[in-house]
């Protein structure tokens, strides 16, 4: 141990912050999680990464890396461990303007993506908050208010840079280690630390966005008629239904439909919109044309003692309408979670099962529930919270690693099927035979 802290004292030219520094309480915890890490390591460059990642696998110590901290089981930090914290890794380079590739940092946020992309009117299909971090939101995924014209996050990468367990720094593209390029497209941190990304970028114009509500007592009728119309609905229009907003009256909450049309044609927008305007009784409509990179917004930093439970699945096409049944019922009875339902299919639908190691390519709707509370609300929430995915069982596959607040066997086997396990398991055995990268949806490397 003394040996390794040496050697990164002397390799190491980012920040090492320790207990008892004037900035660890700041850099210690995640921003849904506490910590208290041994060490936090802020590299100022790829050197840098290396030096940590040796300093990790010569001292024994648990490795968490962290992007933009927002991981619902607090992936980002650890208890007694190293933590390397890539905040500074944000470089954000539109490197060719005639194919729009931009090169991102690491330790990137959305929303220093969306802002400098915009003076240049181009985007990334990402996700919805402007302090999530780029690395973990593709690694795993990207399902946000471009998903079904542009795909997600992932779709649009075209090469990674990664530091790997063995300190090499390794291109992975479709023409350079494409095996390794498969599996950081949806396989999360398991084969090495992102340090850099280029993405494929596409022009963007400001675009319609806001909700339309409606009574909760017209739930039932308003999601049925939702999820059948978005199977013909131009894929411009991306959209999420949500039920029992706490801040809104939980169970009597309106039913919230938030809609994002991909387009500044007020003609084209309302022609995608007005079909779910037509709904129900419309009590609240704000839907107005936004800055693309006005749509994220900011994720807010909850106080401490505040635990979250998030679960999600995928619904196929076939379990739609019992599904929606089961959580109108559920969302506007009293003690309901937080419901949202986001919409997929599109763009997502026509990549092929196998060509990235994200697996839930053809399902039509995610389900997401979010509880959140000091320990003994959400305690007492887990009975219902139980009872309601137990109704939801037999309609539902799979998860999204990004919505899970807990990383057992059981939600890696919902994440990764059989044969994309296998796959994955075959490439970290390449690259992380001794599983240094384990702060995950751990993919095992036996």
Known sequence: MSSA?????????????????VEYEAVSGSKLVPGSPAYVLRPGNVDDVRAAVGFASGSGLALSVRGGGHSFPGFGTNDGGVVVDLSRLADVDLVDGERHIVRIGGGATWGQVAAALAPHRLAISSGDTKSVGVGGLTLSGGIGWKVRK??????????????TADGAVVTASAEENPELFWAIRGGGGNLGIATAFEFAAHPTTDVFFGKVTFPASEAVEVLQGWAKYLRTAPEELTSIASLAN???????????IHVAFDGDD???????????????????????????????VEGATPPPGLQFVARNAFVDREPVPEVLQILAEVGTSPGSPVIALRSVGGAVSRVADDATAYAHRQAELMVVTLTAGPKPVVDAARPGLDALWGKLAPHVDGAYANFLASAAEEDVAAVYPADTYRRLAAVKRQYDPGNLFAGNHNVRPE
């Open 5 to 21: 802290l040496e050697t990164l004292r002397r390799d190491f030219g980012g920040d090492i912050i320790e207990p008892g520094d």
């Open 266 to 296: 007020q003609q084209l927008a309302d022609a995608a919109i007005d079909p779910i305007r037509r709904l129900g009784t419309v009590v609240g409509d704000d839907v107005a044309l936004t800055a693309y990179a006005d749509v994220l």
């Open 150 to 163: 542009y795909g997600l996050a992932l779709d649009s990468l075209v090469a990674a840079e990664l530091v």
């Open 246 to 256: 706490p801040f809104a009256g939980g169970h009597e909450a309106p039913v919230e």
